[in-house]
């Protein structure tokens, strides 16, 4: 159980497109959803926090604007990098925190999107 | 504010035990969590401990000090698989977001 999925796992776009990546999960309610990019050889950085029915909340540094977040139902959370440019190249992480459990602060991981900007 | 200090590099033998340190400094406190990252992959699950004390769990069992804001990830029998990078996550980011240290990583040689 706690499986969550992020689709699609690799993707490559141009400079000045965008792109949007996906997070379910896939055998549990999630009333919330914590997007994280990592760098290479760097640790996760949280960039938002999706809640499901509100807006997401987002990290100091972190441009609502160009990272749009859609926590549209209690299993889907979508990030959204709009006008991608080459230093957006990362991993995108996303994790589920099972609706119900929220004291315990526990989240399931999505396998990762890496995202390349040409 | 939030730090979390642990080591950059370990290197241990396969068969051996290794211990990874982290010492923690957070506005909040709901648990801590180790995960277990391989190079291009998400992090996996590995332990949670929200009480002082040791949790066992098969070849991993992890630590906890809340007073000295202190935990240990206690690696036995090493197999050439566990070579990842080991994380310490304390849960209590002001959304009850998970804050990431750098993450050790661990090689494990024949």
């Known amino acids: 159980g706690a499986v969550v999925s992020q689709h699609p796992s690799r993707v490559i776009c141009k400079s000045g497109t965008s792109v949007k990546i996906e997070c379910r999960s896939l055998?549990?309610?999630?009333?919330?959803m914590f997007w994280y990019r990592q760098f290479p050889k760097k640790s996760l950085m949280l960039m938002a926090t999706s809640n499901e029915g509100s807006k997401a909340t987002y990290e100091q540094g972190v441009e609502k604007d160009k990272f749009l977040i859609n926590h549209a139902s209690l299993t889907l959370s979508t990030l959204t990098v709009t006008s991608a440019h080459p230093e957006d190249s990362s991993f995108y992480i996303c994790?589920?925190?099972?609706?119900?459990?929220?004291?315990?602060?526990?989240?399931?991981f999505g396998p990762g999107t890496r995202l390349t900007v040409l | 504010g939030q730090n979390i200090d642990q080591p950059t590099e370990m290197t241990a033998t396969e068969g051996a035990i290794v211990q990874i340190n982290c010492t923690y400094q957070?506005?909040?406190?709901?648990?801590l969590f180790w995960y277990q990252q391989h190079a291009g992959e998400a992090p996996t699950f590995l332990s949670y401990n929200v009480l002082d004390g040791l949790e066992e769990k098969g070849r991993f069992s992890s630590f906890l000090s809340r007073s000295k804001g202190y935990s240990y990830l206690l690696l036995k029998e090493l197999q050439m698989k566990d070579s990842a990078s080991y994380l310490c996550a304390p849960a209590g980011g002001s959304q009850g977001n998970l804050i990431f240290g750098k993450g050790t990583k661990l090689s494990v040689k024949p």
């Open positions: 957070t506005s909040g406190f709901n648990g």
């Open positions: 994790s589920a925190r099972p609706a119900g459990r929220e004291t315990l602060d526990e989240q399931f």
């Open positions: 055998d549990f309610q999630a009333t919330t």
